[in-house]
């Protein structure tokens, strides 16, 4: 039987706000960072779609992403290239390419973020949203559903 | 022939796929639209639309300046302008704005309580926004100034689709990741053919109130660089001040209530 991508992953965690620029991506950055420091096997999965940051915050904006046998394989970043990150900021064409999608585009290709990534055994899938509450995070939820979905930090600024 | 045949091919193609989208209908009353958007959120777009909206107001009174909202998930323009409470309807069933300093504003946060998610996917976003462009009483408006969300999706490409823009300005901090996010606002306007007016560059540069030492916190002239690159003009400078913020928090913008200060 085939194994769902995400049946290794241990606990999932959503990084939300409503509010724009607090700090999302940053935050999901540094945590994921310091969870592996703690040595931790860590993934992130940025589904910012309109405007993914994590590729540039790592500066791995420049890479590609691979096809395996079950599916997409995430770019490795870190010290020591063991964070497994998947954003929509590899699959453009140019870094700089606007994704202008209505709802529908976006909710599907959340999902097969969600079913169609390689990400292996971790202990912490670390998900980073945009502002709003929207398409994006449905979706998002809806598709992590069957799966160990711990929970969620909030993040805000006294403003 | 065969080419004919591909080009009316083509054209047939353009014709059933355009028959989906909706029709570009300029709003009664309203002579020219400005919207303000970033692509990156919390860059101080609802800031920078409210100020406009009163800068425009102040420097000519015999203009009628309106503002929308369109930010339908954080929508903050009634906290800045200090305006509270349910549209009333007109006998043609359309929701009369709410006004203070003379500007007339609509938004979700008058549609519904202030601490209630608005949890929708992109077709009820689509509908709500034609209601705040359509429904409302704008009456004669000589400028709209239309607050955007942050990203490039379904409320930018709705609003752009659905009415005439005369013209768009984008606002970014300094810093490489709001940039990266301004320049994609860029590309989504040129894609559907909105002109961009110009950038706005915010949160420039930080003024410690005791010894005045100055810190670019966000960087420095990343915006005028981005300007340059896309051939744009910086429409302003904005440094990063308490007094900004303070205001808009208290409902009383810094056009308004500190018209003489530097911000």
């Known amino acids: ?159 | 022939s065969s080419s004919s045949g591909d080009e009316a091919l083509r054209d047939k193609r353009a014709r059933i796929l355009s028959r989906g989208l909706p029709k570009q209908k300029p709003i009664e009353g309203v002579k020219q639209v400005v919207v303000v958007a970033s692509g990156k959120g919390g860059v101080g777009k609802s800031t920078t639309a409210v100020n406009i909206a009163l800068a425009l107001a102040a420097n000519d009174s015999t203009k009628e300046v309106g503002l929308l909202d369109a930010d339908i998930y954080g929508p903050s323009i009634p906290k800045m302008m200090n305006l509270k409470g349910n549209p009333e309807l007109t006998p043609k069933n359309l929701m009369r704005p709410l006004k203070n300093y003379g500007i007339a504003c609509m938004s979700m946060g008058f549609l519904i309580e202030e601490t209630a998610p608005v949890v929708w996917r992109g077709l009820m976003v689509m509908s709500a926004v034609e209601k705040l462009l359509r429904q409302v009483d704008w009456g004669q408006l000589d400028y709209l100034v239309i607050d955007m969300p942050p990203g490039t999706g379904d409320v930018q490409l709705s609003v752009s689709q659905n009415i005439p823009i005369a013209g768009a300005v984008i606002v970014s901090t300094p810093q490489d990741v709001a940039l990266l996010d301004a320049r994609k606002g860029a590309e989504m306007f040129r894609k559907v053919h909105v002109p961009v007016l110009g950038l706005v560059q915010n949160m420039s540069v930080f003024q410690c109130p005791k010894c005045k030492h100055e810190t670019h916190i966000f960087g420095a002239d990343g915006v005028r660089d981005l300007a340059r690159a896309l051939g744009l003009d910086i429409l302003g400078d904005i440094p990063l001040h308490v007094n900004i913020r303070e205001t808009c928090d208290s409902g009383q913008p810094v056009v308004i209530s500190q018209p003489q200060s530097d911000a």
Not at chain 1, 9 to 34: D, F, M, N, P, Q
């Open chain 1, 1 to 159: 039987a085939e194994r769902a991508n995400l049946a290794g992953v241990r606990h999932i965690l959503l990084v939300l706000s409503g509010k724009g620029g607090v700090g999302k991506s940053t935050i999901s950055t540094e945590l994921a960072l310091a969870l592996r420091s703690a040595g931790k096997r860590v993934g992130i999965l940025d589904v910012d779609l309109c405007g993914p940051s994590i590729p540039r915050m790592l500066r791995v904006q420049d890479s590609a992403v691979h096809q395996c046998d079950s599916g997409w394989v995430p770019v490795f970043v870190g010290q020591d290239k063991a964070i497994a990150l998947m954003s929509i900021g590899f699959l453009l064409e140019r870094p700089d390419d606007a994704v202008v999608w209505r709802g529908p585009k976006k909710n599907a290709l959340i999902k097969q973020f969600v079913t169609d990534v390689a990400w292996g055994d971790l202990d912490f899938l670390i998900v980073d949203t945009p502002p709003g509450t929207s398409d994006e995070h449905i979706s998002t939820v809806e598709a992590l559903r069957p799966f160990q979905l711990l929970g969620a930090v909030l993040v805000t600024t006294p403003q």
